[in-house]
């Protein structure tokens, strides 16, 4: 018949009963160890709790103290197993609290992960999401002191949430099939895709992946995630293939298609080397001042759109009129006048088309 049994949740250490048993006895460490035939340093070192009573020295105090050997190594397996079952409780604490630091709900519902809380669980499961067997492994491939991000100093993304969204990206990415990268292919693509801003958005959006994947490009577009208040990223997966991700965080068309051809100028004109993570503020690195400038001249030649600012005729007509000459989106042109402070923020923002996020 199975019993309760009691289990204390501490144990004492052996060189405790030792020293009282020689204070007990009147019996000097010095002494003690001689009668014992050992050094007195391995007698202090039992004592303080530096070394283990082995099965020779269970007996020899037996011999010199009275108190059985079983006694003594029962003794010791106590305090040792105890020490483990509290460093084990010290790492699941550790595990959990790093877990915590991640959206766990967010990737439950996404259905990346299945734990919901922090716990050792949810960690073992974070590691296979990301690919990787330990914290420190994970600070090696994801850290922020060991990723090339490219930024504005404004920049708040928390970390770990960061480094979330860049790994649904990447397994985006993973499955998507591409033919090699080909710069003029992907070129090609962007002059398309760049008409394409004027079609239905749902359209124009399948469309634009398609011709990306042919040019040899993934392009994943993934919802933003809490505490990561980016617009997009580009890198390479693999010398021949690029990524493109984008979290359309505005839910307008002007801001999604500005960040795509923002984060296609990276593609193009930077470096393989590193992962560039753009925020949609003002501001930034001479990088991300080349890319904006080139996504812009791109959309809309520089002379033209010089000519157009110093006419000074913002009307919805206008800025309709000017739109269908250039053969782009209506709200690109609005949210460019935004950005440079022709026209208040709340104002044609009618000309914009309303993105949400559909639940497959």
């Keep these: 018949m199975a019993t309760n049994q009691y289990r204390p949740d501490y144990a004492v250490p052996p060189g405790w009963v030792l020293a009282e048993r020689l204070e007990a006895q009147g019996i000097s460490h010095a002494e003690f160890a001689r009668r014992c035939d050992r050094s007195a340093k391995l007698i202090s070192e039992i004592v303080a709790g530096k070394a283990p009573i082995e099965p020779k020295t269970a007996i020899q105090f037996e011999r010199v103290l009275g108190v059985e050997a079983d006694i003594w190594l029962g003794i010791e397996k106590d305090y040792q197993l105890q020490q483990i079952r509290e460093s084990e409780a010290r790492q699941a604490e550790a595990l959990a609290t790093w877990a915590k630091s991640f959206p766990l709900i967010e990737l439950a519902k996404r259905g990346a992960i299945r734990t919901r809380s922090a716990s050792r669980e949810a960690y073992s499961e974070l590691m296979a999401f990301f690919r990787v067997a330990s914290i420190d492994a994970w600070h090696v491939r994801y850290g922020k002191a060991n990723i090339a991000y490219r930024h504005s100093p404004s920049f708040k993304s928390d970390e770990n949430s960061l480094a979330t969204w860049l790994r649904l990206a990447e397994i985006d990415a993973e499955g998507q099939k591409c033919n090699k990268y080909d710069r003029s292919a992907f070129m090609g693509a962007l002059r398309r895709i760049r008409r ?13 992946h398609e011709l990306c994947n042919r040019a040899g490009v993934a392009l994943s577009l993934i919802e933003p995630l809490p505490k990561a208040s980016l617009s997009g990223a580009a890198w390479w997966l693999s010398p021949r293939k690029p990524v493109i991700a984008l ?17 296609a100028a990276h593609i193009l004109i930077h470096s393989k080397r590193d992962v560039f993570v753009d ?8 990088l991300e001042t080349e890319a904006n400038e080139w996504a812009s001249h791109f959309l809309v030649p520089r002379s033209d759109w010089q000519q157009f600012v110093d006419d000074g005729r913002f009307t919805s007509l206008e800025i309709r009129d000017f739109a269908e000459e250039q053969g782009i989106a209506p709200g690109i042109v609005v949210g460019r006048l935004q950005h440079e402070g022709h026209i208040g923020w709340d104002w044609l923002n009618d000309l914009k088309v309303r993105l949400k996020w559909v639940e497959n």
């Design 196 to 208: 394409l801003t004027r079609a239905p958005f749902n359209d124009a959006r399948d469309q634009t």
């Design 247 to 263: 979290s359309a965080r505005h839910m307008t068309d002007d801001h999604l298609w500005f960040s795509l051809f923002h984060e």
């Design 279 to 286: 925020e949609a503020k003002p501001g930034g690195d001479d």
